[in-house]
C-alpha cells in the first residue's frame, strides 16, 4: 500500500470477508447465499461506514445470474470480462466499465461455464438493492443515466514514441460525473485533473503497465480512492508504460426530496 499520496491498494493488500448475497423478493425461500468480496476502499454490509465504498466481486458463480435491479446510490462497475460472461444481450469484454445513477434499472447480467470478477464503485456505500419488477413501489423516481463501454483500448499500451493522451469514456457532465483513460508512455508523467468543486471524489484503476507515485510503484489491478484533496504530486508510468481509467463520480444524483 502507499505511503504518500493516492492510497492504491492491489488485491493482495485486501483480506477478502464473507457477505450475504440479498434473495429477490420473489423468490422462494432458502438458505441465505454467501460471496466473498474484497473491500479495497471502505466497508461492506449493512454496518459499512459512511465514505467511499469499492468493492471487488471475484467469485460470481458460474451460471450465476443477476437480475435486473437498481441501487439507491451512484456507482460504477468495472468488468473483468470471461469467456461466456455478459450484459443484456452482449458478450462482457475484456474489460468493461459500467455506470449507472442511483434508482437507474440496470441488467440483467451473467456468466456461463467460467466465474466473473468486477469492481463495484461507489462514493457512499450502498444498503439496499431492488430487483424488478417486484420493487418498483421502491423506485422513488426514475435515474437518467445508465451505460455500458467496452475500454479494452485501456489494455493496450503506448509505445515508447507515443505521446501520452487523455481519452474521454463519459464526457463530463455539469453535476462531475466523467470518466475518461490516461494512456501514458514508459516514463512518462502526468498531473490529474482538479476535481471540480464540490466534487465527492473519484476512482484510479491501473488498467494496464505500473504507476510510480514518489518512490512507490503500483503494479496493473491496483485501486485508489481520490477525495480531492490529497497532493497526488506528478504520476510516472513504469517502463512498460501505464494505462490509467478515472472514474469521477457526481454530486449525489438524488433530488432533495428522495434523499
Known sequence: MSTLGLQFRS?????????????????????????????????VGPDAPE??????????????VTRSHFHAVDQYHIFFGSEGSWYQRSPIPALGVHYADAYATYGPFGTDEVSLTFFALR????????YMPESRDQLKYRGRRHAFLDVGEALVLAS???ES????LIQEHDDGLHAEVARMAPGASIDLPPLPDPSPGRYIFIAAGDLVQGDMHHAEGC?????????????????????????????????????
Open 223 to 259: 485501486l485508489a480512492w481520490d477525495p480531492g484533496d490529497v497532493p497526488a504530486g506528478p504520476l510516472y508510468a513504469g517502463a512498460r508504460g501505464c494505462n490509467l481509467l478515472v472514474l469521477q463520480m457526481p454530486q449525489c444524483t438524488v433530488p432533495s426530496e428522495y434523499q
Open 123 to 130: 462514493a457512499t456505500p450502498s444498503r439496499m438493492i431492488a
Open 160 to 162: 515508447n514514441d507515443e
Open 51 to 64: 465514505g467511499p465504498q469499492a468493492v471487488l466481486i471475484e467469485d460470481y458463480p458460474p451460471y450465476g
Open 11 to 43: 488485491r493482495e493488500d485486501v483480506s477478502p470477508v464473507d457477505v450475504e448475497v440479498p434473495k429477490p423478493s420473489s423468490e422462494p425461500a432458502r438458505a441465505p447465499k454467501v460471496r466473498s468480496v474484497r473491500p479495497f476502499v471502505g466497508g
Open 165 to 168: 493522451q487523455w481519452t474521454d
